[in-house]
């Protein structure tokens, strides 16, 4: 049972420092030194404030909770805009989106959607 738990745990953490990576590949390689100071505070502020990224659903799949999104600059993660997989929080956000339909939506800093909206 301890050891379990402990495997359970060391996964998670792999799957933590997975999506860490997988966020830093994206392109916030500039100005670390600097900024480093005042990432704390602009952290939190962030997480408060949840900012809104225009998109259009490219492909969608309500089973995986996967959504492929043309996007546009993703402010909170300093990301261009491109076209690329997000992950729903959960998978029932998806429901009602269909491919082709614009969106509105945000993500956290491990790219996956909080919250995702069709736009009118
Ligand atoms: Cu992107």
Known sequence: MKNQ???????FALSISTSVFAGGDHGVHSSKAGEQKSMEG????????????????????????????????????????MTMVFSAKEAAQLEGLNKGDNVLFAVDQNMNITHIEKKQ
Do not use: F, R, W
């Open 5 to 11: 738990l402990i495997k359970i745990a060391s996964i």
């Open 42 to 81: 602009m952290q939190m502020k962030q997480s408060e404030t949840m900012e809104m990224t225009q998109g259009e659903v490219k492909k969608i799949d309500p089973k995986t909770g996967k959504v492929t999104l043309k996007h546009g600059e993703i402010k909170n993660l300093q990301m261009p805009p």
